[in-house]
DNA sequence: CGATCGAGTTCTGTATACAGAAGCCTGTAT
DNA sequence: ATACAGGCTTCTGTATACAGAACTCGATCG
């Protein structure tokens, strides 16, 4: 049986009254206010199986365990996890919607195989994503993100120096994700989320990540966001992600064997 | 009982063999090819009623005959539709990928209630990913891809003249479709068209779409596709949806009461 | 020897059943 | 009269059962 990450339950439960309830708060604030707000914080969740389902499996097609392509019969993976089928179908309906499983009526769930066309593609709606997430961050960053913004930077350099990959893929992912978030805008954090995962899924496996040029670029880029220089958040961002494309382009065209 | 689009299944539902099957067509191609290349657009298709399901609620909820906020019971909904909850459940959790409900954990399925910000975020992200689109389609327009244009600005025109707003909608939906076809980016058509329903739900109710101006615009847009000046179509529609988002804001904040 | 047909098997699609949680209502005590 | 407590009802979450379609494999016929 598979280890469900049901700890991965992820900010997204949320998990509020149906409705105001009859019992008014609002003047009779009795008693037994403080241990209800102590309480309220449940410490055991109910956990939707379907939840940690979902990031099971999504984690075994990221990770490569599940191969694109590769038939998933819903009573196999029933068994391994450790559930019965209904969670797992539903885990597979929000995959599919997703982009991370074809469903084929009658033949059941397939992981998707993407073609070289749409990583292309991929490529360039992250480029236009994350440059207009760039300029929002410059229009929004207060002085605490710069520093924030300047501490990842740092990461990245540091993981360059010791030559560790993964902590430097890490310290990518990281800052450009809370450029995101300074951003401020929730669906197009969640776009460039989405979009992101897949393009890391098909290029991890084949590019290795761009070295000390890139965290240069990334210097400029958090300068250009701290002087609140929207137009030239943008253009950095921009000309950033077009030479990462670039970069993942000519690693697939030289041939992805060179482990 | 409600009437399943069942027609609308879409393009989507792909229907091959789950494996090249044993016999290979490749050398031994004997007959029945014709008989089998005809008879493959198989007539009666099973019709997942997850995926009517789902057409169907997300009908309902862009008609508006289901509000935001408002509680989704399962048994209600299969009961309605003539289904059993199983089928329902699963249309849920697409749902909930997309966007248009929330499911809270135990309390079930909440119509999604976008608050102004989102809305407004929406707007936002919308323009980018229309600007590229229109950079992409100016990179790839052919001579009949312009002439198509054309006469899906006339239909505009026309519908414009005639004060036929349903019409005007259509077209102006039609027009920028198509050159979303016309960018042949498959990855960016997916999110535009997530991103503009979501926008033409929340404003198509509390604003009129826009007349003359927008249609100029369309003009200079289409001339500046059939240059394959992608720089110029990409700053024509950076400046459309801008228009057009102002316009909206205009109409909310002058209060909604001007039917 | 190869293709076709048909029975058996596997898997999906759908329906139904049951346990547990959340909300609601009534009764009771202060 | 108000607040709390308990039982009752409703609904979700999950499991199981069953029908039908698709695939597999072997037997038969050309």
């Given at each position: ?128 994503l994350e ?12 002085p605490e ?38 951003a401020d ?75």
């Amino acid at each position: 049986m598979l280890t469900l990450p049901s700890a991965t339950l992820s900010a997204a439960t949320t998990w509020q009254s149906r409705r105001p309830s009859r019992t008014r708060w609002q003047n009779g604030a009795t008693m037994r206010e403080a241990l209800t707000a102590a309480a309220s914080r449940r410490v055991t969740r109910p956990a939707p199986l379907r939840q940690a389902v979902y990031d099971a499996l999504t984690e075994l097609i990221v990770s490569g365990s599940l191969k694109p392509g590769q038939h998933l019969v819903e009573a196999e993976l029933a068994e391994h996890l450790g559930v019965s089928r209904q969670p797992v179908r539903e885990a597979l309906q929000r995959l599919q919607t997703a982009g991370w499983v074809d469903l084929r009526p009658a033949q059941g769930a397939f992981v998707h195989s993407p073609t070289e066309e749409e990583a292309a593609q991929l490529l360039g709606v992250r480029a236009v994503l994350e440059t207009y997430s760039a300029q929002l961050a410059a229009q929004h960053a207060k002085p605490e993100d710069i520093e924030r913004l300047w501490e990842l930077q740092q990461d990245g350099v540091d993981a360059l120096a010791e030559g560790d990959v993964e902590r430097l893929v890490a310290a990518n992912t990281a800052l450009h994700e809370f450029i995101t978030s300074v951003a401020d805008n929730a669906v197009l954090a969640e776009l460039i989320s989405q979009v992101g995962q897949k393009v890391r899924w098909y290029y991890t496996p084949i590019a290795k990540p761009r070295g000390k040029e890139a965290w240069n670029e990334h210097s400029q880029l958090i300068k250009a966001i701290a002087k609140g220089d929207a137009d030239r958040a943008g253009e950095v961002m921009r000309k950033h992600t077009e030479r990462t494309t670039d970069f993942y382009r000519k690693q697939i065209s030289a041939g992805a064997s060179q482990g």
